[in-house]
């Protein structure tokens, strides 16, 4: 009887081990659901070259790279030259491409939002242009930004979405509006053109300001590899309002008071940050500010992106229905 239950346990372990190793050959074939959204190791070797650095520097001479929000306006920004945010977005962008100096940069747009529970990213290393606005003259539709994605830096931003417990996938997107209009006067692509990697990546299609501040903190990691976070809205966002506005140099009421409570809560301590910044999207002014929050929403991405670095508004113009409210968080390599 001993040697028969021997014999027995050494088989049932060998069915065991070959039914395991059966079980994970499928799991990481090719053709399992699981193996497709896992990083190849093609996709992993590319991200590694990306950001293996020449030289292995100090910790201290490694700063994360700043995280920055745009008030990018309609898209008539990259052709009126004489409005006040022409030359501040042209500064700002030299100040990323020159000093910051990022080996990629990631956008959250106001003008992608996915779905409730869902984030999407673009995975395409070639990306055209989507013109999503109408009533604009022709050459508005022929506009052109240059810019190259990176699937390996995509598949390492599902990787941190995943590991945050967001749910996310990739698909191939233009650029939309909100990234190329604004882009175009910050990365000229004649003057100051912005030579690394992009990847546009959505914003939850819904208004809850902590889960995009949250979308932030799952992508804060990216800093550490000199990746520049860039939200793009703006700080108070009423199409419906602006024929009241229409003519007056003076802004409506309501768009001062929001812009001025998101600075003071944007410019908090980080420790309380989230919820100051949350308190203002409950504010009776925000609905008139932000009739929908899309425009809003990537603010609240790029302070989670910002982790313990302090906000600072750069730049603000109050305008009819509308506020150009511009921040940083962190700091400037000197």
């Known amino acids: 009887m001993p040697r028969s239950r021997s014999w027995v346990s050494r088989h049932l372990t060998l069915f065991f081990l070959s039914t395991s190793v059966l079980i994970l050959a499928f799991l990481f074939s090719s ?98 242009l989507i013109y999503d606005f109408y009533g604009f003259p022709p050459e508005f539709y022929q506009a052109t930004f240059p810019s190259k994605g990176s699937p390996a830096l995509a598949s390492h931003i599902l990787t941190l979405l995943s590991a945050s417990g967001i749910q ?14 604004g882009f175009n006067v910050a990365f000229d692509p004649a003057s100051n053109p912005l030579r690394c990697p992009l990847v546009q990546v959505s914003l939850f299609g819904s208004e809850d300001p902590d889960a995009h501040y949250r979308l932030g903190r799952a992508v804060a990691p990216l800093r550490d590899d000199n990746v520049v976070v860039i939200g793009t809205g ?5 199409l419906r309002d602006m024929r009241l506005a229409w003519g ?14 998101l600075r003071e809560a944007v410019e908090a301590d980080p420790g309380v940050r989230q919820e100051r910044m949350a308190a203002v999207a409950r504010r009776p002014d925000a609905k008139l500010a932000h009739p ?17 670095d302090k906000g600072v508004q750069t730049w603000t113009l109050h305008e009819g229905s509308f506020a150009w409210g511009q921040y940083r968080f962190g700091d400037v390599p000197a």
């Open 31 to 128: 053709s399992s659901p699981l193996a497709r959204k896992l990083p190849t190791l093609a996709q992993i070797k590319a991200y590694s070259n990306l950001f293996r650095p020449a030289h292995q520097p100090s910790s201290s001479s490694m700063p994360k790279a700043p995280v920055y929000f745009f008030s990018h306006g309609g898209p008539d920004v990259q052709y009126n030259k004489t409005h006040p945010v022409y030359p501040i977005l042209q500064a700002i962008g030299k100040e990323i491409t020159q000093k910051v100096k990022p080996k990629a940069v990631v956008v959250f747009s106001a003008h992608w939002q996915a779905e409730p529970n869902e984030i999407h990213l673009n995975d395409a290393e070639d990306t055209d």
């Open 248 to 261: 007056s140099p003076a802004p409506i009421p309501y768009v001062v008071s929001f812009d001025e409570a």
């Open 292 to 308: 929908w929050a899309d425009h809003l929403m990537p603010v609240y991405v790029a302070a989670g992106a910002a982790g313990e």
């Open 168 to 181: 996310a996938r990739g698909l191939q997107r233009g650029l939309d509006h909100g990234v190329f209009s």
């Open 234 to 238: 703006m700080t108070a966002h009423n």
